[in-house]
């Protein structure tokens, strides 16, 4: 199908070198508008044309697993056409698949994407926490729903794009940008701004005049949300969204007083479903997740019309009761349920859970008033589809007891006074059908005062954001994460048993859910009643770790929260279980009296890849050829990267850089060969006599003698005892570290092969990847004397990852140190340093670990 103008303007832009700001309505085909570019790329364009890589970052979970499904299937098709694979992963902390961004179009959340950018990913170990910033410079960025970023996300994202964009086209998107927000950040990174015009809008929503244009008429109510208003205007498709889960609850309770039959969502037969999902990655989830809709769907059918069918969706929902709703859901009321019109007839009572990422049409909303944004948002999932016609009710929230409205979760003074400018703006258009260009009216009416403040708060305070920056990507401080992605306003609650007394047992080994830490402060109070009432030892307790972090008998005491500002002292809190109930059906109800059955499940732990699971013995050439193996493609090799990925990945950045001025300038193909040169020079500390000798004892000890050669790594496999026995043997021959010295050994190479005279920030990048290649915070090494025939081994090495004159650059290679100076040739922190440098050490970093990651897996 042929793009749409604006599509086709957008992948003009990208292509020719220049990043977008776009505004397009909901349903317009934002996703197409940004893919099509990188798709084209990938299959038809030379390498250094485009990124080869694409993250793809939302802010809510649910439209990150919608897109991935979406384009897992396209990619099939792609397949079939183009005869290459499109690796199609997704990155959430619901289903963490693609720790390491390795994937070719990568689906993420912000918080992955941009802890990941930062130097501090959620997904990875602080041992790993430099493997990701590589992938964010050398893909292509989209960052969708953009106005739905935290206020710290938004600034920290807005910063970065400005020096990132020096080498990462990127594209932010949104439906509800005010005219405020759209110039300002156009204006701030140097970005193409794209607004649909209002013709091609009715083009697009009337199938170029085959359909009658879809209509949603917004009408604003004198009196809260309540089931009297839902059944009055109820056809089959209604949802109401409240602004918090109390009063979803409480709405849902009144319609099922009502007469409402509720979902058969605690049907006994989805018992192994529930348990699949809670287990299940991937396909297996894919085909977990269609059984239970499909089970669902003819309980559904069983049940008759005689009244309508009510279900309660929000956020305090065990993982996989919440999926196989959201999964229901979009069954039933995605494009082909509702033109197949034969669909149960359903009241869907939700929270801000459904604003995004559910492709879903309902024939009339029911909203509380909230920012004009997610009051539009919302109204996307009604009338979506061309030709439909929608009713969009807005109600007021209620009261507090001071009598001013109860605007919660938008509690802050700055979102206060949106919602009042929102609740003014809809009574304006009292029964008014609103278009595209009349909600962009509206945002801006709301949102404009508001937006205005933010840019120059971020304006005013950019120094103090820099340094926090500074902190993440340089010094791997990941304390920056509340400022720089988002304050932790939430808290984790766990329903279990929390004794007093000291004892060994993580709270963390539970699934717990997540509460705007205002809710449990307002519920304490209640919670401490009916303690009262039962005759209960305790109410709400959070855990104090004691010991040291290192020590693995970390214990853990259990102390009481009595008044609200316990709140603050804790990210977990645990709830005594007669506290609280829990179903399928409502999800978690807390100060509810219960029999105490319930208690959270238990976390399942998915442990990281290591960078090594075990070796075959190798020599030093030998592995270092491997490692070119996995970078330049191996058409024989199982391992998933040895696909030549990562040299195509490399040809973008390659090409930015050498287009580039200053300190920023790196000529044509010497980054390529830092890379090479970082392969054959990461490991020359195991070159060591120290090194060289312990492996020649631990082979002697498991029996098979003295190698023949310098071994990069030894026979071991992880569990064999007579392994295993042999490391104790010999560990106190072994030296506690070698990448330092391999970098402090190689520095002259690195400086003469790397032009270091003329691009001086090189070298250092090199270095810096080197020393840093198992620990990001590395910056010492030990005094080291390399092996007698150390320069002949490394000869073979440059051969093997390079050229045969390459050999000849052996001869710079430091014999020995006793005082090696891994600072000096560090890269220096901004702003003495460049960022450049840290760039490029980041892009050869990545590259370098997982190359030397992957290089034994078949072994």
């Not at 084209?40 to 485009?50: I, Q, R």
């Not at 709400?540 to 040291?548: C, E, F, K, L, M």
């Not at 270092?624 to 199982?638: H, K, L, Q, Y």
């Not at 710079?812 to 340093?833: F, I, M, S, T």
Request: proline residues 6%.
């Amino acid at each position: 199908m042929a793009l749409y103008p604006y599509q086709e303007q957008v992948k003009s832009h990208l292509l020719s070198g220049c990043s977008v700001v776009l505004q397009a309505p909901t349903g317009s085909g934002k996703t197409r508008a940004a893919l099509a570019p990188f798709i084209e790329a990938f299959f038809d364009l030379p390498d250094n044309t485009f990124p080869k890589q694409c993250l793809y970052s939302v802010p809510m979970r649910v439209l990150a697993s919608q897109f991935y499904r979406e384009y897992r299937t396209l990619a099939e098709r792609y397949e079939r056409i183009h005869r290459r694979a499109l690796d199609v992963r997704i990155q959430t902390g619901e289903r963490p698949e693609d720790p390491e961004l390795v994937g070719d179009l990568v689906f993420a959340t912000l918080d992955q994407t941009l802890s990941s950018a930062l130097g501090v990913p959620y997904s990875l170990s602080t041992g790993r926490a430099n493997l990701n910033v590589g992938a964010v410079l050398g893909s292509y960025l989209v960052f969708d729903e953009f106005h739905l970023f935290p206020p710290e996300a938004t600034q920290a994202t807005l910063q970065l794009l400005r020096l990132v964009g020096r080498l990462a086209p990127f594209l932010l998107m949104t439906a509800t940008f005010s005219q405020t927000m759209l110039e300002s950040i156009g204006k701030l990174l140097k970005a193409e701004v794209v607004v649909v015009p209002p013709d091609e809008v009715a083009s697009i929503e009337t199938r170029q005049g085959q359909r009658p244009r879809k209509q949603r008429r917004f009408e604003v109510a004198d009196q809260a949300l309540a089931a009297e208003a839902v059944l009055a205007a109820h056809g089959r498709r209604s949802l109401a969204v409240c602004n918090t889960v109390d009063r979803a609850i409480a709405l849902y309770e009144q319609l099922r007083q009502a007469g409402c039959r509720p979902a058969p969502v605690s049907d006994p037969t989805l018992a192994p479903i529930y348990q699949a999902l809670a287990q299940a990655r991937g396909e297996e989830w894919d085909r977990a997740v269609a059984q239970g809709v499909q089970i669902l769907r003819e309980r559904l059918a069983e049940g008759g019309e005689d009244k309508p069918w009510v279900m309660l969706l929000h956020s305090r929902f065990e993982r996989p009761h919440r999926q196989l709703k959201e999964a229901l859901l979009q069954a039933l009321w995605n494009p082909q349920g509702v033109q197949a019109g034969d669909g149960p007839s359903l009241i869907v009572v939700a929270t801000q859970v459904v604003e995004v990422g559910l492709d879903i049409s309902a024939q009339t909303l029911h909203t509380e008033i909230a920012p004009a944004a997610s009051v539009l948002q919302r109204a996307g999932r009604c009338a979506r589809y061309p030709g439909e016609q929608g009713r969009v009710i807005v109600y007021p929230v209620p009261a507090k007891e001071n009598g001013e409205p109860d605007y919660a979760p938008y509690s802050s003074k700055a979102e206060v006074a949106v919602c009042d400018r929102s609740w003014q703006a809809l009574r304006e258009r009292q029964g008014v059908v609103l278009d595209f260009a009349a909600e962009q009216e509206v945002i801006n009416q709301a949102h404009s005062e508001a937006d205005a403040a933010m840019l120059q708060a971020m304006q005013e305070g950019q120094g103090e954001l820099w340094q926090r920056i500074t902190d993440a990507l340089v010094r791997g401080d990941a304390s920056a994460r509340p400022q720089l992605i988002r304050k932790v306003d939430s808290r984790t609650v766990i329903v279990c048993q929390a004794p007093a007394a000291p004892g060994e047992e993580s709270p963390y080994r539970f699934q717990g859910i997540s509460l705007w830490h205002g809710t449990l402060r307002g519920k304490l109070k209640e919670l401490n009643r009916l303690r009262a009432e039962l005759g209960l030892d305790w109410a709400v307790r959070y855990p104090v770790a004691r010991g040291d972090e290192d020590d693995e008998a970390i214990t853990y005491t259990w102390k009481d929260a009595q008044t609200p500002d316990d709140i603050g002292l804790s990210l977990i809190f645990a709830v005594h279980p007669r506290l609280a109930s829990y179903d399928a059906e409502h999800g978690l109800r807390l100060g509810m009296a219960s029999d105490g059955s319930y208690l959270s499940p238990t976390a399942t732990l998915r442990r990281q890849r290591p960078d090594y699971a075990g070796y075959q013995l190798e020599s030093y050439p030998a592995h270092i050829a491997a490692m070119r193996r996995v970078f330049e493609g191996d058409p024989t090799s199982r391992i998933p990267l040895a696909d030549g990925r990562l040299r195509r990945r490399l040809a973008w950045p390659a090409r930015r850089f050498a287009a580039q001025a200053g300190d920023w300038r790196v000529p044509e193909g010497l980054l390529e060969r830092a890379v090479r040169l970082s392969f054959a020079l990461h490991d020359v500390g195991k070159l060591s006599d120290e090194w060289q000798h312990f492996a020649s004892e631990y082979q002697k000890a498991i029996g098979g003698g003295t190698p023949p050669f310098l071994v990069a790594h030894t026979h071991y496999e992880r569990g064999n005892p007579a392994h295993e026995e042999a490391q104790k043997k010999v560990r106190r021959y072994k030296p506690s570290t070698h990448a330092g010295e391999s970098a402090s050994a190689s520095v002259k190479v690195l400086f003469k092969a790397l032009e270091g005279q003329t691009c001086s920030g090189l070298y250092r990048a090199a270095f810096a990847a080197i020393a840093r290649h198992h620990s990001p915070g590395l910056d010492d090494a030990k005094p080291y004397r390399l092996h007698s025939r150390a320069g002949e081994t490394v000869a073979d090495a440059l051969a093997a990852v390079g050229e045969e004159t390459w050999r000849a650059w052996a001869q710079w290679l430091r014999p020995g140190e006793d005082a090696p100076n891994v600072r000096k040739h560090l890269p220096e922190a901004p702003p003495e340093g460049h960022w450049a440098w840290w760039f490029q050490y980041f892009i050869i970093v990545r590259i370098l670990r997982l190359c030397d990651g992957s290089s034994q897996e078949e072994g």
